[in-house]
């Protein structure tokens, strides 16, 4: 993994301009993450991923917009086997960095929080300090016992070296697996979070040197499944090996109506790929979620996401035959493994982030978990109650999802 001077002054930032140990300290950290050839990789990635972001902010230009094939969660005939025919993916990676703030806000030191995970925090005045994850675990485990089937079930976390890959299989191999039978924890990748130059970005601080980094984005998850380990079995064909030839999408930060899951399973087996959606009462242009619309182009119809960023008026204006608006993203997905086999997600590249002080800000790139449902040639949106969700943002959600937990009655699959 070496690499040369000449390579490491093109593509570390400032890197000539540095006295020969702190050169020396970049070299062994930039080597350690990866060779000069998966950094040329991560570079191609960036442009083609900014190409993608500017076509997708230009898709509503010349393109039709549509409301999209939608059923209601009530109207789904639940046939309990069809869970059989599903492996659960659930994202449970995110660092929750607005939940530790808004916590240490209200007075938690940081030995309270050296375990923090978003997905695990604790629930307040809930059972035995479960957090939504947990709960998660919990459900699917006792569906599992329901359906007499070993649910597959596969938890990602962040980055190898981020606290959610140490803490969460902790907890997971602490509750024996929470009784399931099938299940695997896999860390997403990361990519060097590179300048608007295309140039390495590191820190020195106390004589350590960092480099920036993200995680994959919200598709990285997902680009896991396809990745085969040594013995050339990947998470998704493991997940087909044991009778499933579907995934189910879920947030490890989310509690929910537990029949959600048996309405996912059963109206997923009418689509190729499906969104969950809440239907809007209103559409006021400052509304932040992610809108479910078809677009269609010359290309043909595509069941796409689009962020506020990218709508526009007649976005606003769609409304069904009820008078509802275009249902927002809340996360969950289902669809075929062939879907994701066939369609890799595409390279995106997010808004600017604060690399480190004195940088620059520049884009993230990695995937996005809304583009799995695009490439579908049968794509529908199940809409459910706004009361059959919530998930964590800040330490104020916190009770309103133990609340959320306690009006399902969640304990009763804890225990």
């Known amino acids: 993994m070496s690499w040369n001077y000449d390579q490491l002054a093109d593509s570390v930032y400032e ?85 530790k703030v808004s916590l240490m806000e209200q007075g938690f030191t940081a030995e309270q929080l050296a375990d923090f995970t978003k997905a695990t925090w604790p629930l307040p005045d809930f059972y035995e300090g479960f957090g939504a994850l947990q709960i ?39 509750a024996n697996s929470f009784g399931l039978k099938n299940i695997q924890i896999i860390a997403q990748d990361e990519r060097l979070h590179l300048t608007d130059e295309s140039q390495i970005a590191w820190i020195e ?96 119809d595509q069941l796409k996401i689009i962020e506020k960023n990218v709508r526009n008026s007649e976005t606003e204006s769609l409304t069904d035959q009820n008078g509802k608006f275009l249902p927002f993203n809340t996360g969950f997905y289902a669809f075929t493994t062939e879907l994701l086999k066939n369609n890799p997600l595409p390279d995106y590249a997010s808004p600017v982030k604060i690399i480190f002080p004195g940088y620059d800000n520049a884009e993230k790139v990695g995937y996005a978990a809304t583009d799995v449902i695009a490439p579908a040639e049968k794509a529908g949106v199940l809409t459910i109650p706004e009361t059959d969700f919530a998930v964590i943002k800040t330490a104020a959600d916190l009770p309103v999802l133990t609340e959320a937990a306690k009006k399902f009655n969640l304990v009763q699959f804890c225990k």
């Open 15 to 99: 890197f000539a301009k540095q006295p020969e140990n702190t050169q020396k300290a970049i070299q062994e950290k930039v080597e350690q993450f990866c060779t000069y050839e998966t950094y040329l990789d991560m570079v191609t990635m960036r442009a083609r991923a900014l190409r993608n972001t500017e076509n997708g902010q230009n898709l509503l230009a010349e393109a039709t917009q549509k409301f999209p094939v939608t059923l209601s969660s009530e109207e789904v005939t639940v046939t309990l086997d069809d869970l059989k025919s599903y492996g659960i993916v659930i994202t449970a990676g995110g660092e929750g960095e607005r939940l």
């Open 205 to 300: 601080k106390n004589g350590e040197i960092t480099l920036a980094t993200n995680p994959d984005e919200t598709g990285g998850p997902l680009m896991k499944l396809l990745e085969e380990n040594s013995d050339g079995v990947s998470p998704l064909s493991w997940i087909e090996s044991l009778g499933a030839s579907r995934i189910m999408v879920l947030q490890g930060t989310a509690v929910y109506n537990p029949l959600l899951i048996e309405q996912i399973a059963s109206a997923g087996k009418q689509f190729d790929g499906m969104g969950i959606g809440i239907s809007r009462a209103a559409f006021p242009s400052t509304d932040p979620y992610g809108t479910f619309v078809t677009v269609a182009s010359e290309d043909g």
């Open 136 to 174: 998660n675990l919990a459900l699917l485990s006792r569906l599992s016992q329901k359906i007499g089937f070993d649910i597959p079930v596969i938890v990602t976390t962040g980055p190898a070296n981020t606290d959610t890959a140490r803490v969460i299989p902790e907890i997971i191999a602490k």
